[in-house]
Every structure is written in structure tokens, then in C-alpha cells.
């Protein structure tokens, strides 16, 4: 299977604890977005990379949250001092090198539930 | 930003086809048309976008407005792997590599 992977696939945290996710994305892709989705909503754009480089972070990435993409390849979302509502599901997506209007090739998410 | 409305849910029998609608009254002539659906505990899948013609592939169609305030995605023969939610999303020509921004989008039942 070559699309994107992440893992863990669910993840169930208590209050406080920290958690760190991981996404690999297609091989050659160099755009690597993270989303937060919360029940019956659409996802929300969290943070952006090109290569190793963030370019841009939403105002819903709080000071707990820390992404980093050190070799361009995959990408780490890590959640400190977690609180019940960082329960959501977290979806990694990349895209290709091109022109414009790239799609998006999105995995299956991590679930976390904090308890 | 500009913003797109579509219906909560909508219901289709098997077979039959399927006209998903997006308003975007304030869109810019710039902004491309996305649509993207997300199948139960999958991440999003890509289904079609254009600009201002009519644009078909294999899963879709997508037809718009000529003022292209609004655009319908078209499933010609809809069967029980296409319920979804699909989200119709703008996404502006100087910013083609960035972020999606998603609604709600309208949640399709196909039934038997």
C-alpha cells in the first residue's frame, strides 16, 4: 500500500499524559498537512509543511501542540499535558511537487480519546 | 475567506443519480472548486474540481454556474459505497498548495 499511513490508528490517553502521533506520507510527496476532526464536523487545518519547513500553523494549535517533519519525510504531531477536549481525530494528508491545485491524499487519522 | 452552504444530508436510492448542491455567492474569480468526500472512518478522498467549465471524470461530475455563485456535483448512478459526506471546498489560485478548509458538508444515504 503505498498512500499515507499514520499511527497509532486509536490511542486512548488520560488527562494530562502526553501522546505523539506519526505520518508517513507518500513517498515524493513534499506538502504534509495535519487536521483536527471533531464529531460531525469537517476537518480543520492545524499545521502545513513543505519539506522540513512549517509554513504555517493554525490559531487552534495551542502552545501544547508541536509538529516537527525533521528530514522532509514523515511528520510527528505531539499533544502535551492532553485535556478532554483534544479528543478528535487526527488526519495527515500530503501532496505532490506540481503546479497548483494538488490534490490532497489523506490517511485513515488517529483516533484519541482522553479520558 | 469566502464560504460555501451545502444541505445537511441528502437521500438517494441505489442507481439513481445524485445532484449534490454548493452555494458560494461570495466566491472570487480566482477560487477553484473542490469537492472531497469522506466515507465512514476514512480520512477525505479527492473526488473533482474545476473553474469554470463543466468538468467530468470517473467517480463525478461537476457542473457550475455561469456566474459560479454555485456548483453541483453529480453522481450519475449512486451506490451504497458512495455514502458519504462530500465537502465542497473554494480554494483560492495564489494559494493552491495550502490548507483545505472544510464545512460540514452534506451527509448522502444511499439506500437499497
Known amino acids: 500500500d503505498t498512500g499515507v499511513s499514520q499511527d497509532p490508528r486509536h490511542k486512548i490517553t488520560k488527562r494530562g499524559q502526553n501522546v505523539t502521533f506519526r505520518c508517513d506520507p507518500i513517498s515524493e510527496h513534499n506538502r504534509l498537512y495535519w487536521y483536527r476532526q471533531t464529531l460531525g464536523q469537517g476537518p480543520e487545518f492545524l499545521t502545513y509543511?513543505?519539506?522540513?519547513?512549517?509554513?504555517?500553523k493554525s490559531r487552534l494549535l495551542s502552545d501544547r501542540f508541536s509538529a516537527e517533519r525533521p528530514k522532509g519525510s514523515f511528520s510527528t504531531l505531539e499533544i502535551q499535558r492532553t485535556e478532554q477536549g483534544d479528543s478528535a481525530m487526527y488526519l495527515c494528508?500530503?501532496?505532490?511537487?506540481?503546479?497548483?491545485?494538488?490534490?490532497?491524499?489523506f490517511g485513515p487519522g488517529t483516533r484519541l480519546l482522553v479520558l | 475567506d469566502a464560504k460555501t452552504t451545502q444541505p445537511n444530508s441528502m437521500e438517494s436510492n441505489e442507481e439513481e443519480p445524485v445532484h449534490l448542491p454548493c452555494n458560494h455567492s461570495?466566491?472570487?474569480?480566482?477560487?477553484?472548486i473542490h469537492w472531497y468526500r469522506q466515507l465512514p472512518s476514512q480520512g477525505p478522498e479527492y473526488v473533482i474540481h474545476g473553474l469554470t467549465s463543466n468538468v467530468n471524470n470517473r467517480m463525478a461530475s461537476l457542473a457550475i454556474a455561469e456566474d459560479r455563485k454555485s456548483s453541483t456535483l453529480i453522481l450519475h448512478r449512486a451506490t451504497l459505497r458512495d455514502a458519504a459526506v462530500y465537502y465542497c471546498i473554494l480554494r483560492p489560485l495564489t494559494d493552491s498548495w495550502g490548507k483545505l478548509q472544510f464545512g460540514a458538508g452534506t451527509q448522502v444515504v444511499v439506500t437499497p
Open positions: 509543511f513543505q519539506n522540513e519547513a512549517q509554513l504555517e
Open positions: 494528508a500530503s501532496s505532490p511537487p506540481s503546479g497548483g491545485q494538488e490534490t490532497q491524499y
Open positions: 461570495t466566491i472570487s474569480g480566482t477560487d477553484y
